[in-house]
Every structure is written in C-alpha cells, then in structure tokens.
C-alpha cells in the first residue's frame, strides 16, 4: 500500500487510536483528504460519511452517547468547522467527548483572500474544553511538540472532566503526496492517571444537620452504576424527598411535573443536593430561586460553580456516589417533609394529553427501547411518564437547543442494538430534515412525531401565548412532506401505532395528530 506523506496526519491517527477513538463521521472535502484518507486506510477505525457538518457533528454526539467511547468529526477547512459549534456546545454541557478535527491551510494564506480560508484556531474556544493548532510540520522537534499538543487535547477530551475539544490541522500543498512507507512520527500517547481515593467528607458532612430537611433533584444524566443504586436506596429508606427528571435514568426514583405546582403550600427543604445537568421545570428552579435560606450542595468535578438557585452554594469536589452513600449515614430527614414532596411530585400525568398517553404506551410496550426527546415540549411530555429501567432517556438539554435532536437520535442508533425512538415536535423535526438524508439509518430507529401544527409550547409559556403575533412568528407550521421523505429516504410511514413498534425492516415515522393547545395541559 502506498501511504499518505503527511506526517502529522499519521501522528493524530495514531493518538487516535490510542485514545480509545473507534467511530469517526467525515465530511467531504479536498484540505481534509489527508486525514481521512490516513483514518480510513489505518483500519482502525469505522468511518460514517455525513456530507452537512452540522448533522454530522450531532450525529457523532449521538454516537458517543451510545458507545460511552470518545468520538471523532473530520471536516474540511473554511465556513464548514462553524457548523459544528451546536454540537460541541450540547456536548460541552453534558461532558460527552466529541473530538473535533478541522483542516485548514498554513497560517500564512489566511487573510489574503485565498479562497475557503477563515481563523479558524480558536474559532470553536467557547464551547470546547481545549483548541489546539497543529502546522504542518516534519523535524523530529516540531513533530514531539505536535506529539503533545494533541496528547493536551485528548487528555482534556477524555479525563475526569470529559467533554469536546478541537484539533485544527494545518496541511499544505500538494495533501496527497505518497510514501513507500510510513512517515516517522514519534507519537506517544500521554494520558493524566486518576487514582481512586476515597471521598474525606466527614468534616463537611458534620455540618449538616441530622434532621435536615434535604430535597435531592437529578437532571440530565447518565449515573454510573454505583450512583444508581445509592440513589434507590435512599428513595427506599425514605429519609429524603427525591426528584429525577426522566433523562436522569433514575427511574427508580422519577419524579413527575405537575401541571399547576403550588410548591409555596409544601414545607420548605433546607438543603437540596443537585445531581447531573440542567433542569426542565422552570417553575421548580423559581421556587427554589425564591427561598431566602436554601443551602445547595453540588457534588462531583466540574469547571464552574453552579449557582443555579442563587442560595448559599457549595462545590463538593468528590464522586457523586461517595457524597450519597455519606449524606445517608448522616442525614434522618423529617418524614412529613419527604411524604408532602413525594405526594406533589409522585403522580404520574401520562392520561393528561394525547402525547404523553402515546409515549406510556410505547414505554410500556418497548421495555428494551432507548427513547430520545426533542426540545420544546417533547422532554416536557417525556417527565408525565414512567419509563421502565431497561428504558435510558437522552435529551439534548445541555443547551436545550431545538437543533439536531433528529441527528443525535439516528447517530446514538447507528451503534445500538437495542430500538431506539425520538420523539419530536413537527417543528423539530422540519428543522433537522437534513438528518433524513444520513446514510445507513438502521431499521430500529423510530421517529414519532407529534404534529400540533407548529411550537406549540409557544402557545402555552407565558411570553407569547397571548400575543396576537402566536400564530405567525412563532407557532409558526413548518413544512414538514413526510410522505414525501418517506419514499425518498427509505422510511416506513405507518399508520397505526403497531405497525410503528413492529416494523424492523427500515426506519419507520409515525404522525401523531395533535390539536394545537395540547401542551397547556403539560405547562
């Protein structure tokens, strides 16, 4: 075989690889050749071609979710390494390890007007965890330097604090020149080693009050085994009151959205102990936001402190499970407390709307099925049902963006052999439409979509509903042929909601007619 003469190609190839990396989605394009030609001819990797960036990059996210395996982009140089922002940014906030490698010219073409040029080292800095920029280099000293350049990038791709980093390779002309044999590069992979340690809190924890009022909340999140079952266990004991949303995949312990909440009349918790990422319920953050004497405690690693309830707040630096099991051996709560909240929160909604009937139904008739939610409503409609524990929830609510929630979905199937179901409002689905064009959606991906005649969440939050302007500029109907994708894209288009569990042999959608207004049952 004839190997590609680029000899910092061959460098991140290797340090690729030994980062763990397996699945790689590429984008077309020429300053990028080398790259993928080096991934692809290496076989070491599997290589997805998604020819819009932005559907790619969600598609890997959906990828890395699924594996729990870092996962790489390759796109070209130019406007193409922008379109990945959104999905650095989703995985930036739910430390999911996206790597992203763009081409670009020497540094020395930029801003001379050649063409497909822009600055693109530091472009993606807001929403990665680390940039690097690599020339294209051939000395011995320079490709040591480049060794650790990228080393920095992986190790802040993949450590205790994971998330999205972006490598800029820079390559000249001529991109493909051929070798006889592989160029020396020098790679070394240089990982940072994390030892296990206990957790030392007793001092802290002797400043929590044995009979403290403590009210766990758990957001988005993928719990490690050890996690989950802590949780259970102090849901059993009963000595805290507890709410996961449903994509904190506690089902053991979720909690549900009351459609009229009146927290004010529940007794006030003293402590509570946030767990994962975001929260939905705005109307719970604005309770809490409204007590005078809340302590928040925040567990785990993180870069920022994350005063979400502006109360007095306290970044515990140790893993999330050793906090629990030692918050348990000292707190006996107040059992009238934790029977008011788990009253108010413990009822399910599912028969309050067509939408959240469907989704039990599948929940209850899919128990080895992997459900994604779009933004907007459809992770609000996925909180008013019980989901089974076999049953794991992804939603892109590390931003919350209405963006790639189809691409995500379709990318988190490509490598899951369970059945894997979005459920998307119309809007979301019409504004990744681009995502039905992706190569080798595999027949166990299923999209329900709940057709309300456009952001029907728009017609019940409190900022637009009553606006004569709803309806034009922000309900707003998309345009939405699925007959049409349908044939085009190789989807089966059911009609009933049996055929749409039973069909294996392609993708299959189903419609769900919806009156507009529905959500005012769920907001």
């Known amino acids: 075989m004839e190997f590609i003469d680029k000899p910092t190609a061959q460098l991140l190839a290797e340090l690729l690889a030994a980062a763990g990396v397996r699945h790689v989605v590429v984008s077309p394009g020429s300053r990028c050749a080398p790259l993928v030609l080096i991934l692809s001819r290496s076989g070491n ?67 001379i007007r ?52 972006h490598i800029n ?40 009050a044995p009979d403290a009022r403590v009210l766990i909340l758990a957001g988005g999140s993928r719990p490690t085994a050890s996690l989950a079952a802590v949780v259970a266990k102090l849901a059993a004991e009963g000595h805290m009151a507890m709410f996961a949303e449903a994509q904190a995949n506690m089902h053991d312990v979720q909690g549900f959205f009351n459609p009229k909440p009146d927290y004010s009349a529940l007794p006030a918790p003293d402590i509570v ?13 604005s309770y809490l936001r409204s007590l005078k004497s809340l302590r928040h405690i925040s567990p785990g690693y993180d870069d920022n402190l994350n005063d979400t309830f502006g109360a007095r707040f306290e970044a515990v630096e140790c893993d999330e499970a050793g906090f629990m099991s030692a918050l348990a051996a000292r707190v006996h709560g107040d059992s009238s407390f934790v029977r008011a909240w788990s009253e108010a929160l413990g009822g399910e909604h599912s028969g309050c709307s067509t939408v959240s009937a469907t989704i039990a139904e599948l929940a209850a008739r899919m128990p080895d099925a992997d459900f994604h939610f779009s933004n907007g409503m459809s992770v609000r409609y996925a909180q008013t049902v019980r989901f089974g524990r076999s049953n794991r ?24 052999d369970k059945p894997v179901v979005l459920v998307s409002g119309d809007m979301s689905a019409a504004y990744d439409i681009g995502a039905f064009a992706t190569e080798g959606i595999p027949g166990h991906f299923k999209m329900l979509i709940a057709d309300n005649g456009g952001g029907d969440i728009f017609r019940a939050v409190r900022t637009t509903r009553g606006l004569p302007e709803t309806e034009r500029f922000f309900a707003t109907p998309p345009r939405l042929p699925l007959e049409a994708l349908a044939a085009a894209y190789g989807f089966r288009l059911c ?13 299959a959608i189903f419609r769900l007619e919806v009156a507009p207004g529905d959500a005012n049952n769920i907001i």
């Open 393 to 416: 929830v992804e939603a892109n609510r590390g931003v919350s963006g209405i963006e790639g929630a189809t691409s995500t979905a379709i990318g988190y199937a490509m490598l899951s």
């Open 273 to 285: 102990v946030t767990l994962g990422g975001s929260l939905c319920s705005a109307s719970l953050k």
């Open 169 to 208: 390779m820079q390559f000249d002309a001529p991109l493909t020149p051929v070798a006889a044999e592989l160029p020396r590069t020098y790679s070394c992979r240089m990982p940072v080693i994390i030892p296990p340690s206990p957790p030392r809190l007793d001092e802290f924890m002797a400043t929590i």
């Open 495 to 507: 009609d009933n909601l049996d055929d749409f569990i039973n069909s294996k042999d392609a993708p």
């Open 45 to 111: 990797f599997d290589l997805k071609v998604i020819i819009d960036e932005r559907s790619a990059s969600f598609a890997g996210l959906g990828m890395a979710l699924a594996s729990g395996e870092p996962t790489a982009l390759v796109c070209t140089s130019g406007s193409a390494v922008l379109n990945y922002a959104p999905a650095l940014a989703e995985a930036y906030y739910r430390r999911v390890p996206l790597i992203a490698v763009s081409a670009d010219r020497p540094a020395d073409m930029v801003d």
């Open 114 to 165: 050649d063409s497909q040029t822009i600055r693109q080292p530091g472009a993606l800095a807001a929403v990665v965890r680390c940039c690097v920029d690599i020339p294209d280099v051939r000395t011995e000293r320079e490709l040591r330097f480049a060794n650790r350049r990228i080393n920095d990038a992986l190790n802040a791709a993949t450590g205790r604090i994971a998330g999205p980093v």
